[in-house]
């Protein structure tokens, strides 16, 4: 979509919002390419403050992932990457770290199929056993009680992902899953409260929407929870920004392509075509955030992997889904931080884990290819050295910028 803004028309906006110019020119759609194509688990928000999933469930092609856990780990597995290709990729310690530790994952609606597609795809890759009886998975609806809401199976599709993610990265993890009566911010909201009131330190959240007037009073009511890590998808659109990514509280995750290379890290990655970002409308900008052109909060923080063409295996079989298949979206790329600040360990008392990937660039890797639109000032866009808005600070090296 192209929006042709007259000069007096774009000071007039500056002016009203006192905003960095950050107009879109171009909107990119979610990756197709090597000839992949795509659905969405759930259909876009028609209404204010009603959010969409963001997975992307590959109906076609052929994935550049489609035989990479199978070199990593000689042994027959699923197309799309598994546990070994993404902590090979980001240099996770998962074998020792994250005992003890829950993430909660927040969604719509009930996946009836939840706890045993998880232990079909733990059971695949040889993770531990993840269970109600073991007490390493849990289920509740958004008021942390044993009522559940109706099933769904697009949103069943998005809790397949995320529990998948989490045991990927961090495979002695607990999980929480909260699942929403709907797909209303309030609802998820009250999901993301009921998360940290069982004692999750990181709560998961693929999902978003439009922004709106009432964004700045979800921060406080439902994300403002000091020394909890809480990542949001940036979203699957490309150049733009959602809520509740926006929110100043939380880790806004971006999405990249990844791919196996032959340089000392073994991987490259570059902007995916569909990751969300831009210049907030309505969020106030962290004190953490110092990029010059966007006087608001600034989508995304950091990122992972999201492009469908170089997609993640999951196991899901609710609805008309018959097992194995490979998705992609930055609801892979949330879940995914929001298990290496688990691996990471708890954050501090009073802290905001949001920021600690800020002062630990360093231990990032910096994604510096690739774009995921047309936009003015060109790094909210366009990767590059340094902080962009479509990646971020970078991508997980490691969990030494997770700290804090």
């Not at 099933?151 to 989490?166: P, Q």
């Not at 006087?295 to 170089?310: E, G, I, K, L, M």
């Amino acid at each position: 979509m192209r929006r042709n803004l007259s000069p007096t028309a774009v000071a007039a906006s500056l002016a009203a919002a006192a905003l960095a110019l950050a107009t879109p020119l171009a909107q990119a759609a979610p990756s197709s390419s090597h000839g992949v194509t795509t659905v969405r688990s759930c259909a876009l928000p028609t209404h204010k403050d009603v959010m969409a999933c963001k997975a992307l469930k590959v109906t076609g092609g052929t994935v550049g992932s489609a035989n990479a856990e199978r070199s990593l780990t000689a042994a027959a597995a699923p197309s799309g990457y598994g546990p070994a290709s993404l902590q090979s990729a980001y240099k996770l310690p998962s074998a020792t770290a994250g005992s003890g530790q829950t993430v909660a994952i927040v969604d719509a609606y009930d996946d009836p199929k939840a706890e045993s597609d998880l232990a079909a795809y733990r059971s695949q890759y040889g993770l531990p056993a993840c269970t109600t009886a073991n007490g390493c998975f849990k289920k509740v609806g958004q008021s942390g009680t044993s009522k559940l809401p109706r099933a769904n199976s697009g949103w069943a599709e998005e809790i397949s992902l995320d529990l998948d993610m989490v045991s990927a990265a961090c495979p002695n993890c607990k999980i929480l899953l909260v699942e929403a009566t709907s797909a209303s911010m309030t609802n998820l909201g009250t999901g993301v409260n009921t998360a940290v009131s069982l004692g999750a330190k990181y709560v998961s959240n693929s999902y978003g929407g439009g922004e709106s007037s009432s964004d700045t009073s979800y921060d406080t009511t439902y994300f403002n929870h000091p020394g909890v890590a809480i990542t949001v998808s940036s979203g699957d659109g490309g150049y733009g920004v959602e809520y509740p990514a926006a929110s100043r509280y939380v880790t806004a995750v971006g999405g990249t392509s990844l791919s196996s290379a032959s340089n000392s890290r073994g991987w490259s990655e570059s902007v995916w075509s569909g990751a969300g970002s831009g210049c907030s409308g309505y969020d106030a900008k962290p004190s953490w955030q110092t990029d010059s052109g966007c006087a608001r909060r600034t989508v995304a923080d950091v990122s992972a992997v999201a492009d469908p063409a170089t997609g993640v295996a999951v196991y899901d079989t609710y609805g008309s889904d018959t097992g194995w298949e490979v998705f992609g979206g930055t609801s892979a790329s949330s879940p995914l931080i929001a298990a290496v600040y688990a691996l990471a360990g708890a954050p501090s008392s009073g802290s905001t884990p949001s920021s600690f990937p800020y002062a630990h660039t360093s231990s990032l890797n910096d994604v510096t290819s690739g774009s995921n639109g047309s936009c003015s000032p060109a790094y909210l866009c366009a990767g590059g050295a340094g902080y962009d808005g479509p990646s971020g600070l970078g991508t997980p090296n490691g969990v030494a910028a997770f700290t804090g």
